[in-house]
């Protein structure tokens, strides 16, 4: 009876692995690309579709509150949705067509192969002249075809929406955690 549970924890780990030797790039790009813009005093929203929509609540809250040390708030706002209603596939977009401007930034969050919503979104922060950060997974190909060259992508390598789920929390608490030791260099303690 152990077996299946050895075996999520090994795909776990080969997902870990894979993950640290490809994201180191693209999560420093990100980060840059997110420092930059609080700097700069940028907004920055946040969605994720279905399982992504907690990474996406959770990133927004840890902006807010820091994550490593007391300090003042970065101005994120999570986007909202009711996921029971599937009248409104547009409601991040309409969420950003509302309150965007030029050169805020949009990370989107995606644990799946349909999220029809962050594309949405994604294509009315373009219309903005917004900036994107999409954290995608292998089976994902919608959100990362909308991508500009100033933006940047953070793909997950994996289908699994499990592992791709546990990845998209590790991420934003990286870039979190990045922003915060950028921003506040002598507040690091790690």
Same mark, same amino acid.
């Given at each position: 009876?152990?077996?299946?549970?050895?075996?999520?924890?090994?795909? !776990?780990?080969?997902?870990?692995? +894979? *993950? *640290?030797?490809?994201?180191? $790039? =693209? &999560?420093?790009? +990100? *980060?840059?690309?997110?420092?930059?813009?609080?700097?700069?005093?940028?907004?920055?929203?946040?969605? /994720?579709?279905?399982?992504?929509?907690?990474?996406?609540?959770?990133?927004?809250?840890?902006?807010?509150?820091?994550?490593?040390?007391?300090? =003042?708030?970065?101005?994120?706002?999570?986007?909202?949705?009711?996921?029971? $209603?599937? %009248?409104?596939?547009?409601?991040? #977009?309409?969420?950003?067509?509302?309150?965007?401007?030029?050169? $805020?930034?949009?990370?989107?969050?995606?644990? /799946?192969?349909?999220?029809?919503?962050?594309?949405?979104?994604? %294509?009315?922060?373009?219309?903005?002249?917004?900036?994107?950060? #999409?954290?995608?997974?292998?089976?994902?190909?919608?959100?990362?075809?909308? &991508?500009? @060259?100033?933006?940047?992508?953070?793909?997950?390598?994996?289908?699994? *929406? +499990?592992?791709?789920?546990?990845?998209? &929390?590790?991420?934003?608490?990286?870039? !979190?955690?990045?922003?915060?030791?950028?921003?506040? @260099?002598?507040?690091?303690?790690?």
């Amino acid at each position: 009876m152990q077996e299946p549970v050895k075996a999520i924890f090994t795909e !776990c780990i080969q997902t870990q692995i +894979a *993950a *640290a030797d490809q994201l180191q $790039d =693209p &999560l420093m790009r +990100a *980060a840059e690309l997110l420092v930059d813009s609080l700097l700069r005093g940028q907004k920055i929203y946040c969605c /994720g579709e279905s399982m992504a929509h907690a990474s996406a609540r959770h990133f927004s809250h840890i902006m807010l509150t820091g994550l490593q040390f007391e300090r =003042p708030p970065f101005p994120v706002n999570a986007l909202h949705a009711d996921f029971g $209603d599937n %009248e409104h596939q547009s409601i991040f #977009a309409q969420q950003i067509l509302a309150v965007g401007q030029p050169s $805020d930034l949009l990370l989107v969050l995606s644990a /799946g192969s349909n999220a029809p919503r962050v594309s949405r979104a994604m %294509e009315a922060a373009l219309s903005r002249d917004m900036l994107i950060i #999409a954290l995608t997974n292998d089976a994902d190909l919608d959100v990362a075809g909308l &991508l500009g @060259p100033d933006d940047v992508e953070i793909r997950i390598p994996s289908r699994n *929406a +499990a592992r791709v789920s546990e990845h998209l &929390l590790q991420v934003v608490n990286m870039l !979190c955690s990045l922003a915060e030791q950028q921003i506040f @260099p002598q507040e690091d303690d790690s």
